[in-house]
Each structure stands twice: as C-alpha cells, then as structure tokens.
C-alpha cells in the first residue's frame, strides 16, 4: 500500500520504484544467512539509486553490533559475513564496471552513482530547518508505518525474549539509513521518499509481531487496523480515480 501512494511514485516510471524489490530481498537473504546473496541484491538496488545501499549499511552495522555489543558473533563470523556482503555488491558492480571500462570511461559509474549527486545535494541544500520540515510534510501519507515503528522500538527496549527482538535493530538501522538517503537528496520530492516503503513497512511488521508475540490477539488486529486504515483510505481517491 505505502509503495503505491501516487505522493511517492508520482504516477510515473522512476528509477526508485526498482530498488524495491532487490532491496528487500537482500534484508530477507541477510536473515537467512546468505551473505553473498545479500550483497549481490543489495548491489543491484545500489545500481539504481546510491539509497539502494542503504541495506548494506544497516547490515554492516547490524553486525558490527552483534560482535562488539550484543556478542552474539565471533570477530571471524562477523568478518566472514562482511566480505560476502562485500563481495555480493562487487558481482552486481562488476557489469556496469565493465561496461563503461571497454568505452574508456572507467569512473563514470562513481561520478553519475555518487559524486554527481553528493555535488548536487551540496550546491541545493536547503537550511537545517526547511529540511525538517520538508522530510515531516513528505512523511505524512507514511505516518502510520513510521508512528508504528517508534511504537515498535518503545517495546523492544521494553521487553525481552521474543523472537522478534534479535532482528529489530537491523530494521530500525535500515529505516535510518533510507532516511537519511532520502534527505540527503537536497530538494525533499516525494518520490525520494519512496525508498521508506520497504523498510517501514518491515520496522511495523515487527511492532505487530512484538503485539502477536505478547499473546494479545485483539490487540494485534487493532494495531494493524489502525496502521494500514489512513494509508488505505489516503489511496482510495487514487484508486477510484483510475481509468483503465
């Protein structure tokens, strides 16, 4: 639902509607283990969008946290998970590499990938403030996912022992990381904001999971009512206004 709101694909062919899926599949192999896959899902979402990178950079972080806080990593299972991820993002770089090194231009990909659009959010950049209140407006149609994954973040720093609890850090990093990619765009337009589809959606799932895992059944319903209801119902004009 949140990756359909017309505020955020603006009815249009974007290149942030692509990084999507790569990006939630590299989270989704990361969990499962398969850090080589992650990496290469993950290289492919950077391909489209620097943002695309944003799982790889909660997922470095993520285990950087596990080894040095949480100690649930060995430093040799932290490293080997960090060079196939590392090694992933290379496989996916290496075609487009290639391709502008055979045309003489080697570091094109870097230029029109970062450097161009770190020079472009420098030379735009709003103040402080018109940025917050840029990103604030931006996120209004995502208010519930985002107000559901501060809700979610308040019970894991409350509770213990779930499931649930282990991976909400590397959600919550995710989320950060999209943000962070979003505003560092310098202009604030809604298709940006796109990217937070994904991993605010995944940042309420687990708010919902914390509610499932407490044993509170009618609870859980109310709280996914009361999270995909606004979202729904911002939608429906769009939806009643589609011809086909």
């Given amino acids: 639902v949140a990756a359909n709101l017309g505020t955020y694909n603006e009815h249009g062919n974007l290149t942030e509607i692509y990084l999507l899926w790569p990006a939630v599949a590299s989270m989704y192999c990361f969990v499962r283990g398969w850090s080589l896959a992650a990496g ?11 943002v695309g990178l944003a799982p790889i950079a909660a997922q470095g972080v993520f285990l950087l946290l596990e080894w040095a806080y949480d ?38 990909p870097l230029y029109s990938a970062f450097l161009f659009n770190v020079g472009f959010a420098r030379a735009t950049r709003p103040d402080l403030f018109e940025t917050l209140s840029t990103t604030i407006r931006q996120l209004q149609p995502m208010a519930p996912l985002m107000t559901a994954a501060l809700i979610g973040l308040w019970m894991y720093l409350r509770r213990s022992g779930s499931p649930a609890r282990q991976w909400w850090p590397l959600v919550h990093l995710w989320l950060v990381f999209d943000l962070a990619g979003a505003m560092v765009g310098g ?22 999971w914390f509610c499932v895992q407490n044993g509170d059944a009618r609870m859980a319903r109310l709280f996914f009512a009361a999270v995909l209801g606004p979202m729904a119902l911002t939608q429906l004009p769009e939806v009643l206004g589609l011809r086909l």
Avoid: D, M, N
């Avoid at 100690?71 to 770089?93: D, E, F, N, P």
């Avoid at 202009?187 to 919902?208: I, P, R, V, W």
């Fill in 187 to 208: 202009h604030g337009f809604g298709h940006y904001f796109l990217c937070l589809a994904a991993s605010a959606s995944a940042c309420a799932g687990f708010a919902l």
């Fill in 40 to 50: 290469v899902c993950g290289g492919v979402a950077g391909l489209f969008k620097p």
């Fill in 71 to 108: 100690r649930r990593l060995k430093w040799s299972q932290a490293v080997r998970a960090g060079l196939g991820i590392t090694a992933g993002v290379a496989i996916a770089a290496a075609p487009a590499i290639l391709y502008f090194w055979q045309r003489g231009v080697p570091g094109e």
